[in-house]
């Protein structure tokens, strides 16, 4: 999982410039609760981004995927969705 986490963190940090995703942005209990009514996401791996800010993966079990970027003030942007979202559990050993 924690490499999980590692890859999150790297594309937030490439994409958290994009002007696109910087609009949709909302307090985190009402992303959280909209991304799991609307879609069945829940948040799957979480990191701490290097502006403070929490970078957290939803994967729902239809593979729908968000990711987003919550500040220390609560409120959470979207950074990118998509499809074919997978949990990749991490083996004892493996260097990926």
Not at 45 to 69: H, K, M, Q, Y
Request: charged share 15%.
């Amino acid at each position: 999982m924690r490499h999980v986490a590692y890859l999150v963190i790297g594309i937030a940090a490439i994409l958290a410039g994009l002007p696109a995703f910087a609009q949709a942005c909302l307090p985190r209990d009402a992303l959280v609760e909209r991304l799991g009514s609307s879609y069945g996401e829940q948040v799957r791996a979480r990191g701490l981004a290097d502006n403070a800010g929490v970078v957290e993966f939803f994967i729902a079990p239809s593979g729908s995927w968000t990711l987003s970027l919550t500040m220390p003030n609560g409120i959470s942007c979207l950074i990118a969705a998509g499809e074919g979202g997978e949990v990749i559990e991490a083996v004892e050993g493996d260097p990926a």
